[in-house]
Structure formats: structure tokens, C-alpha cells
């Protein structure tokens, strides 16, 4: 079973650029999760989808926004990028039917802003 | 509002002793709390969970307790090894597909 992928690994982008990174969950997966993690810190919630729809959103500027596709994949947006939000974003997926499951994880999208 | 506080933010034993870390959770309506280890680099990944209506669950060197009365649950390690050092991240699900993160904590096995 494959596991959730994202990319790209790394995004190098300037302030005031816009940034998309993308997520795959888990076949079978139909919630998707969006954290924030800054050096050595912890997960910070940005986003969750389920079913192509936003159903919570964590304390961020409008500019980070995203989407759900029909196949269950998602996309972050982060405009007007500033230097705060070099970190590492992470995707999470588990399952929109069962409940008490856990989140599976994938390896990130490093992003890095000059 | 929905919380989950952990302790300690940073843990640092010497190999073979055991760790322990405590979680406490606000909402009551919690009833399933994962565990999840993050090595430096790597993806945070799933190592034990526990459902509110266990009170403990084992496996081989980690242990979970939980404690619905006082919404306590804690994480314990034994027989730490080098390969433990990591950050440990505990969560709390209210309502079944919420996850609340603890902050995490930093653990440092030390040869």
C-alpha cells in the first residue's frame, strides 16, 4: 500500500512569491490534513478536508488557503509568501468514514524562503 | 476551548533507563489518544494508540496508560536505547476524525 506522498521535497521561493505544494493520501483515504512545522518545533494545524470540502481551519492568515480534488489529492497555497513561513509542511490523510483512526503522515515539503 | 498539554518538552535519560511522558486532555468527549515518534529528518510516524474504554496497552518496550477521570494519558518507554532519541508527539481525538496535537517532546537517550 502506498503510502501519502507529497511534492515537491524541497520549494526555495523569494518573499512575495506564491508557493503550491501538493499532497496524495492514502488509497481509500478521503480526509486530508495540513500542518505547519517550524525548526524543531510542533505541528501546527493548518487545514482538513474531507470529501472536497474545508471542514476546520487552524489559526492562519487567509493567504494559506487549499483545495480537495475529486480524487482526494490537495493542494496548499501559501501567497505573498514572507520569511516566517520557511518550515516544513506535512500532509496527513486517514480514513472520512471510520472514526478513531489515526493520520498517516507523508515525508513533507520543505519550504525555504530567501 | 480544545487543549492537549504535554510534558516534559525536553526528556534526557541515560540508555537503559525508562522515559516516561504525561498528556492531559480538555475535551471529554475524547476517546482515542496516538502516539507518534518523529526522528530528526523523517516523517512523524504512529507507534502506539489507545481507545477510551482501555485503561493500558503494551507493546514490547512502550506502554500507554490512560486516565479518563482525570483525562490523563501517558506514554512510557523502557529499556531506552540510542535509537529512541526522537520527538514523541501525544493527541487527543474529540468527535472521531478531530485530531489535537501535543506540543511534543524532545527525548535524548544518552549512550
Known amino acids: 500500500e502506498a503510502g501519502v506522498t507529497q511534492s515537491p521535497t524541497h520549494l526555495i521561493k523569494t518573499r512575495g512569491q506564491q508557493a503550491t505544494l501538493r499532497c496524495s493520501p492514502i488509497?481509500?483515504?478521503?480526509?486530508v490534513y495540513w500542518y505547519q512545522q517550524a525548526l524543531g518545533l510542533g505541528l501546527q494545524f493548518l487545514l482538513w478536508?474531507?470529501?472536497?470540502?474545508?471542514?476546520n481551519r487552524g489559526n492562519f492568515p487567509p493567504r494559506f488557503s487549499g483545495r480537495q480534488f475529486p480524487n482526494y489529492s490537495s493542494e496548499l497555497n501559501v501567497n505573498a509568501l514572507e520569511l516566517e513561513d520557511s518550515a516544513l509542511y506535512l500532509c496527513?490523510?486517514?480514513?472520512?468514514?471510520?472514526?478513531?483512526?489515526?493520520?498517516?503522515f507523508g515525508d513533507g515539503t520543505r519550504l525555504s524562503i530567501l | 476551548g480544545e487543549n492537549v498539554e504535554q510534558h516534559p518538552s525536553t526528556l534526557s535519560v541515560q540508555e537503559g533507563d525508562s522515559a516516561v511522558i504525561k498528556c492531559t486532555y480538555s475535551d471529554s468527549a475524547s476517546n482515542y489518544f496516538p502516539w507518534y515518534k518523529q526522528e530528526l529528518g523523517k516523517r512523524p510516524q504512529l507507534i502506539i494508540d489507545?481507545?477510551?474504554?482501555?485503561g493500558e496497552k503494551k507493546d514490547q518496550r512502550i506502554a500507554v496508560t490512560l486516565n479518563k477521570t482525570a483525562k490523563h494519558f501517558s506514554l512510557h518507554i523502557t529499556e531506552t536505547q540510542p535509537e529512541d532519541s526522537a520527538v514523541y508527539f501525544c493527541a487527543a481525538c474529540p468527535g472521531g476524525f478531530k485530531t489535537i496535537f501535543g506540543a511534543g517532546t524532545r527525548l535524548f537517550v544518552k549512550a
Open positions: 488509497s481509500g483515504h478521503t480526509s
Open positions: 496527513a490523510s486517514r480514513s472520512g468514514t471510520v472514526s478513531n483512526q489515526p493520520q498517516h
Open positions: 478536508y474531507d470529501e472536497g470540502e474545508e471542514r
Open positions: 489507545i481507545r477510551s474504554n482501555v
